[in-house]
């Protein structure tokens, strides 16, 4: 009796369908090992401390502290200043979209910027059991590390204590990020004869990812990231795109100007990746930072947007690339010819005339019962440059394309470099799994 029940028990459990959270966690473990250590500068409106979600992101923020991240938090607080000048029967007018800071307004400001501080070191001192904070121990310090001055005399009005940044204490700062603590900073500033200043937070944030050259810049905003006029989340573009984006927003000087504006300084000042995401949307932080796709929209001015679409000028420059590889037997010869018919399937890193990597994307014919296919090859990176990342980033290119082109899956065939695209993200599959057509075409003698 023993026997029968004990082999249904174990038939029972093999057949146990893995929980969805097991597998975001294995995907999400490549990020984890590249964020360790890092310095990431977070930035939030007072408008985000209103929002319901808010409780949601100081636990996200503290997991990213308990996987290692170091956090630079920088806050604003225009609506609890609105708040605490109404109160007191204030009215502050705005030029150039810059509230101008009386000395009689002052108070308002720092009852403000005190008090959010006060409120988000209690919640990331939470330690509740059976809450995200349990076991947490953050230690979050706050200080005079930004150093300001005034903003002057602007069309002729004296906007008094309202400033600008003159230098950030980045010694202090690292001194603190290196002891494990959080640093928190608010938007105000420090003159070296004692006054205090009302700044912008983002520029603060901007200043301070570019002086410690943070690894990234987070904007938490109303706005899920950059959309199109159709409504259409734009996931990535360079500062350039940026700039030519930044020229469409009709309201100057908003949020989302402001972000884009930020994001265009830290990318030129040091910043390797800006990203901007809501602070509406739960978990947007976790997914903007572990799943490839991200929550918003990514500013980088890596040499991904060196990538490009070949064009006929660069067949000279492919054969260059691609001889020596097809004399060795790595990749299949192609012709001058052929290079010059297929060159609207490459796509290229190039500089100074000179193709450094490149890649090309084929569509594979499917029936209607297969999913759409398509087919990466001709991966090559000029010998002097295979220590960088330049062949992911060609491949990413790609992937891209073949996502915006409505193709499902990407299937290529290798005989030397198959463990690189298997840490690519890729997997190994038969040649069964071919699309019929590709199948029929397959080298057996190249295997």
Known sequence: MSTPNHAAKVESTTHVQTPDYVHWFRH???????????????MFGGEALLDDNFQHIIHDIALLHALGIKLVIVHGARPQINQNL???????????????????????????????????????????ANSPMYGARIDVVSGNF?????????????????????????????????????????????????????????????????????????????QTGLITPEGKLIRELNPEQAEQHLKNIDV??????????????????GVNRCHLISYQHDGALLTELFTRDGAG??????????????????????INLLRPLEEKGIL??????????????????????????????????TTETEASAGEIACVAVHPDY????????????????????????????????????????????????????RQALYNFQRN
């Open 332 to 365: 299949v010869y192609r012709s001058r010819e052929r290079l010059e018919d297929e060159i609207e399937h490459f796509a290229v890193i190039e500089r100074d005339g000179m193709v450094l990597a490149c890649a090309a994307l084929y569509p594979i014919p």
């Open 28 to 42: 999400a473990a490549p990020y984890i090992n590249m964020h360790r250590g890092k310095t990431f500068v977070l």
């Open 252 to 269: 100057p000087n908003s949020e989302s100007y402001l972000h884009i504006q930020g994001a265009i300084w830290a990318c030129r000042n």
């Open 146 to 222: 930004v150093t300001a001055k005034p903003y002057g005399i602007r069309e002729g009005v004296d906007f008094q204590l309202t400033g600008e940044v003159r230098s950030i204490d980045t010694q202090a700062m690292q001194h603190n990020l290196d002891n494990n603590n959080i640093v928190l900073l608010g938007p105000t500033g420090y003159s070296s004869t004692g006054e205090v200043f009302n700044l912008r937070a983002e520029e603060v944030a901007t200043k301070v990812a570019g002086d410690l050259k943070a690894d990234k810049l987070i904007f938490l905003g109303h």
């Open 86 to 128: 109404e109160q007191l029967n204030l009215e502050t007018p705005f030029l150039l979209q810059r509230r101008i800071t009386t000395r009689q307004a002052l108070p308002a400001v720092l009852n403000a910027v005190g008090s959010i501080r006060l409120q988000i070191e209690a919640l990331l001192s939470m330690g509740l």
């Open 386 to 437: 295979r220590k960088s990342n330049r062949g992911a980033q060609v491949l990413s290119f790609l992937e891209k394309k073949a996502k915006a082109e409505g193709i499902n899956n990407l299937f290529l065939l290798t005989t030397h470099t198959g463990h690189w695209f298997m840490e690519q993200g890729f997997k190994k599959v038969a040649i069964e799994d071919l699309p019929n057509a």
């Open 297 to 318: 929209t990514l500013v980088s001015d890596l040499h991904y947007e060196a990538v490009r679409q070949a064009t006929i000028q660069d067949v000279g420059g492919l």
